[in-house]
C-alpha cells in the first residue's frame, strides 16, 4: 500500500507511517516523553504567576496528535509518572506531585489523549481543523490546571484564571500556529513521497 492511500486511510496518525511493531511503539512512547521532558525546559517566568510559559503544553499536543489516543497517553503519562519519581523534567527543572502547576501536567495528560483521537478522525489534516484540536486540548489542559493552581495556592477561581491562564493565551496562540503549520505538512510531505 503506498503511503498516499494510507494518508488518506481514516484512523492513521504519524506514527502509523512507521513500520508497526513492539518495539517501535515503546520508542515512540519513550520518545514522546523525552521530548516534552526537553520541551519543558524551555520556560519563561511569568511575573505574578507561579506557572512558567514552557514548551511543554506545545510537546504534550504535538505528541498526542502524532502519535494517537493509546500512545500519547501512554507517552505523558511516562513523562509525569517520572516526573513524579524524581526526574527534573517538569518546567524549570521540577519534578514531584507538589508544585502548584502539577495540574497543567496531569491536563497535558488528558488533552493528548484526546487530541489524538481527533487525529485518528483527521484533525490533524488540515489548517484549521489542526487549529481545533490544538483548541479543545488547550481548553483541556486549562479545565484542569487552573482549578488546581487554585487548590494548591489558596487562590480564588478568578484569580487562579488571571495567573493560570489569561498570561498564556498569546503564547498559546503561537503555539497553536505552528502547529496548525507543521503537522498539515508533515501529511502533505508524505503523501508526496508515496
Known amino acids: 500500500m503506498s503511503t498516499a492511500t494510507v ?3 481514516p484512523g492513521v496518525v504519524l506514527a502509523d507511517l512507521l513500520p508497526a511493531s513492539r518495539t517501535r511503539d515503546i ?7 523525552v521530548l516534552t521532558g526537553l520541551a519543558a525546559q524551555i520556560a519563561v517566568p511569568v511575573p505574578g504567576s507561579p506557572v512558567p510559559v514552557s514548551g511543554q503544553t506545545f510537546a504534550a499536543l504535538l505528541v498526542g496528535t502524532a502519535l494517537g489516543t493509546r500512545r500519547g497517553l501512554l507517552s505523558l503519562a511516562l513523562y509525569a509518572v517520572a516526573g513524579v519519581a524524581g526526574m527534573p523534567w517538569f ?3 521540577q519534578s514531584g506531585w507538589g508544585m502548584p502547576s502539577f495540574g497543567y501536567i496531569l491536563g497535558m495528560l488528558l488533552a493528548a489523549g484526546v487530541v489524538g483521537a481527533l487525529a485518528r478522525r483527521g484533525a490533524d489534516r488540515s489548517v484549521w ?3 481545533g484540536a490544538m483548541v479543545v486540548g488547550s481548553a483541556i489542559i ?4 487552573v482549578p488546581y493552581l487554585a487548590l494548591a495556592t ?3 477561581l478568578t484569580q487562579a484564571v488571571a495567573a493560570g491562564l489569561t498570561p498564556f493565551l498569546i503564547g498559546d496562540a503561537v503555539k497553536a500556529a505552528l502547529a496548525m503549520g507543521a503537522l498539515p505538512a508533515a501529511w502533505k510531505l508524505v503523501g508526496r513521497k508515496g
Open 7 to 9: 494518508t488518506s486511510r
Open 27 to 33: 520508542a515512540l512512547v519513550a520518545g514522546g516523553a
Open 91 to 93: 518546567a524549570e527543572g
Open 129 to 131: 481543523r489542526t487549529a
Open 142 to 145: 486549562y479545565a484542569v490546571g
Open 154 to 156: 489558596g487562590m480564588t
